[in-house]
């Protein structure tokens, strides 16, 4: 049985940085590309960046180039995702996916077979 479970999610101030964790087990991790997507309430989930399943080769949306910075450790089975210079508009519910889906232009839910529950980030003014 495959799991997946984020952590690291908070209340922090405009300016402030998190680093959301994502465990992966029931599935051989390095074979996977990994990706965070978010959502906020009444908008559609949106790629925010992934990795390949070698971590040479990664993606990021414009909202978060320059500020988020996305890593994995194939040993420990388990992906990051740290987040500098937060945004109110950062704020959403975030998601790890695991799939065969590495894009270096864009990100596609449907392209992602496990997901997380998810972890809160909100980010105050």
């Known amino acids: 049985q495959v799991q997946v479970v984020e952590s690291g999610g908070g209340l922090v101030q405009a300016g402030g940085s998190l680093r959301l964790s994502c465990t992966v087990s029931?599935?051989?991790?390095?074979?996977?590309?990994m990706g965070w997507f978010r959502q906020a309430p009444g908008k559609e989930r949106e790629g925010v960046s992934c990795?390949?399943?070698?971590?040479?080769?990664?993606y990021y949306a414009d909202s978060v180039k320059g500020r988020f910075t996305i890593s994995r450790d194939n040993a420990k089975n388990t992906l990051y995702l740290q987040m500098n210079s937060l945004k109110p508009a950062d704020t959403a519910m975030y998601y790890c996916?695991?799939?065969?889906?590495?894009?270096?232009?864009?990100?596609?839910?449907?392209?992602?077979?496990?997901w997380g529950q998810g972890t809160q980030v909100s980010v105050s003014s």
């Open positions: 996916a695991a799939g065969s889906a590495y894009n270096p232009y864009d990100m596609f839910p449907r392209d992602y077979n496990y």
């Open positions: 029931g599935l051989s991790f390095d074979d996977y590309d």
């Open positions: 990795i390949i399943w070698s971590g040479d080769s990664t």
